[in-house]
C-alpha cells in the first residue's frame, strides 16, 4: 500500500471513530406547554369568585362573551350583533321592572340601567356605549369584574383577554 493510501484511509478511520451511534443519539427537544392567563380566583378583598367561565365566540350573526358555569345558561353575557352594530350587556336576574346596577372593573365605576329581556329566561339587558373604557377592562387578565344589583347581590367574574374579540366586532364599519 503506498503511502498515500495509508494517509486516506487513516484519516478515513479517525473520522469515524469520532462519530460514532452513541454521539449520535440525539435528545428530543422538550414538548411545548401552553399556558393561559392566569384566572383570578377572588377579589381584592378576599370574596370569592362567581363559579363559572367564559366561552367567547363569533358566527355570522357577531361575536360574544358569556359567563357562567359549564353547560348552563349565562350569568352575564356580552354580545354583538354585526349587523346593527349594538352591543348588549346581559344579566340573569328575575327582576319584572328596570334596575340599575353598578360595574366595577379597572379601577373605573359605570352604571348601567337595565330592563326585563322577555323570553323564556329572568334576564335583564341594556344597549351599552363599546366607547365606555370600562368595557376594555373586561378584556384585560387578572381584573375582576363586578356587577352588583340594587338589592346588593353581586357577580365577581374575572376579565378575560377573548371579550376584545366581542369589542372589535361592533367596532368593524
Known amino acids: 500500500m503506498n503511502m498515500r493510501s495509508m494517509l486516506v484511509l487513516g484519516g478515513a478511520c479517525a473520522l469515524a471513530g469520532c462519530s460514532s451511534p452513541e454521539d449520535e443519539a440525539v435528545t428530543p427537544a422538550p414538548e411545548p406547554v401552553l399556558t393561559g392567563n392566569p384566572v383570578t380566583t377572588e377579589a381584592s378583598d378576599g370574596s370569592a369568585m362567581t363559579a363559572g367561565e367564559w366561552v367567547i365566540g363569533e358566527d355570522a350573526n357577531g361575536a360574544h362573551a358569556r359567563f357562567g358555569p359549564t353547560n348552563s345558561e349565562p350569568l352575564l353575557a356580552l354580545e354583538c350583533d ?47 356605549n363599546r366607547a365606555m373604557p370600562i368595557f376594555r377592562a373586561f378584556a384585560q387578565p387578572g381584573a375582576v369584574i363586578t356587577m352588583s344589583g340594587p338589592d346588593g347581590a353581586r357577580l365577581l367574574v374575572p376579565g378575560a383577554p377573548g371579550i376584545a374579540r366581542v369589542l372589535e366586532a361592533c367596532s368593524r364599519a
Do not use: N, W
Open 82 to 128: 354585526s349587523a346593527s352594530q349594538v352591543l348588549t350587556l346581559t344579566r340573569a336576574s328575575d327582576a319584572i321592572s328596570e334596575q340599575a346596577y353598578v360595574l366595577e372593573a379597572g379601577g373605573m365605576k359605570a352604571s348601567v340601567d337595565m330592563e326585563p329581556a322577555g323570553g323564556d329566561l329572568a334576564m335583564q339587558t341594556a344597549e351599552i
